[in-house]
């Protein structure tokens, strides 16, 4: 079965960064859009950032452009989310998720639009 594992999250001050990761398995990554979302307490799951299976293209949540980048690694089946300038408010549990198999994504920002997730991985930036 489908396995996304999410690792790298922690504690971090105001203003740090931090990489976070996506280890895969029982899929053929390369070919999948590969996501990272986050949801905060009380709050809905919230785009963050993609990156295309077909030609690599990355597109972000307006909340994070500039301060983050997703990278992807198919030889080892891995994605990955450098988050840089963090803010207090960014505080939540980040999700890594990979859309249907060939599926050409243009620009897949909903939960709906990807059917695995990973169990996610927190984040916490402190004040």
């Known amino acids: 079965q489908v396995q996304l594992v999410e690792s790298g999250g922690g504690l971090v001050q105001a203003g740090g960064s931090l990489r976070l990761s996506c280890s895969s398995s029982g899929l053929t990554f390369s070919l999948h859009t590969m996501a990272w979302f986050r949801q905060a307490p009380g709050k809905e799951r919230e785009f963050v950032a993609a990156?295309?299976?077909?030609?690599?293209?990355?597109y972000y949540g307006d909340s994070v452009q500039g301060r983050v980048i997703i990278s992807r690694d198919d030889a080892k089946n891995e994605v990955y989310l450098q988050m840089n300038s963090l803010k207090p408010e960014e505080t939540a549990v980040y999700y890594c998720?990979?859309?249907?198999?060939?599926?050409?994504?243009?620009?897949?920002?909903?939960?709906?639009?990807?059917?695995?997730w990973g169990q996610g991985t927190q984040v916490t930036v402190s004040s």
């Open positions: 990156i295309r299976w077909q030609d690599g293209i990355t």
């Open positions: 998720a990979a859309g249907a198999q060939y599926r050409i994504s243009l620009y897949d920002t909903n939960v709906r639009d990807y059917i695995y």
